[in-house]
Antibody, heavy 119, light 107 residues
Framework: QVQLLESGPGLVKPSETLSLTCTVS????????WSWIRQSPGKGLEWIGY???????NSNPSLKSRVTISIDTSKNQFALRLTSVTAADSAVYYC?????????????WGQGTLVNVSS | DIQMTQSPSSLSAAVGDRVTITCQAS??????LNWYQQKPGKAPNLLIY???SLEPGVPSRFSGRGSGTHFSLIIRSVQPEDVATYYC?????????FGQGTKVEIK
């Protein structure tokens, strides 16, 4: 059974870079697509982007210029970098696994990690 | 982006009631419609994919229907453990987008 665990700082200063890591256990990271999704009271659930181990990535056009998603198959981890953050980027950030039947259908989620952007 | 509009935003039902939540897409999404359940303090959980396919382990009292731009999630006989917020999501077009959620409470 696949399990996901997000890790990273809970507080980031405005204009700095938010960095999170998702550790995958229970299966190989090479078998699926992997996404980052965030949830805030103001914007609800917002998909950030996905990655596949062969290098395929895609991200939400609203965030594309600030988002980098990378993958480390040796550690079974993938990561999110979001640059030039503002208070609007404060949210609970989830990593999620894509279902076999749809790369943007999310059948396993991490527990989420709260990130506040504040000085 | 495709806009997903859910109604109602919240509802209160008695145990055993039939509950219907609707989701309207701003354009045809070719039946690429998923439903998630989110309990307080937890991550969303996939219930239904592709309009009506039940995810393994999801109780059969949950069902989905619809086509084109209009979709529904039905809870045939709502139970206390169904207290949650429910979200629809389209994954027909990038970026995939979610509805704003429907909060279900028990009277």
């Amino acid at each position: 059974q696949v399990q996901l665990l997000e890790s990273g700082p809970g507080l980031v200063k405005p204009s700095e870079t938010l960095s999170l890591t998702c550790t995958v256990s229970g299966d190989s990271i090479t078998n699926y697509y992997w996404s980052w999704i965030r949830q805030s009271p103001g914007k609800g659930l917002e998909w950030i982007g996905y990655i596949y181990h062969l290098g395929n990535t895609n991200s939400n056009p609203s965030l594309k210029s600030r988002v980098t998603i990378s993958i480390d198959t040796s550690k079974n981890q993938f990561a999110l970098r979001l640059t030039s953050v503002t208070a609007a980027d404060s949210a609970v950030y989830y990593c999620a696994k894509s279902a076999y039947h749809g790369k943007e259908t999310f059948d396993v989620w991490g527990q989420g990690t709260l990130v506040n952007v504040s000085s | 982006d495709i806009q997903m509009t859910q109604s109602p935003s919240s509802l209160s039902a008695a145990v055993g009631d039939r509950v219907t939540i609707t989701c309207q897409a701003s354009q045809d999404i070719n039946n690429h419609l998923n439903w998630y359940q989110q309990k307080p303090g937890k991550a969303p959980n996939l219930l239904i994919y592709d309009v009506s396919s039940l995810e393994p382990g999801v109780p059969s009292r949950f069902s989905g229907r619809g086509s084109g731009t209009h979709f529904s999630l039905i809870i045939r006989s709502v139970q206390p453990e169904d207290v949650a917020t429910y979200y629809c999501q389209q994954d027909d077009d990038l970026p995939n987008t979610f509805g704003q959620g429907t909060k279900v409470e028990i009277k």
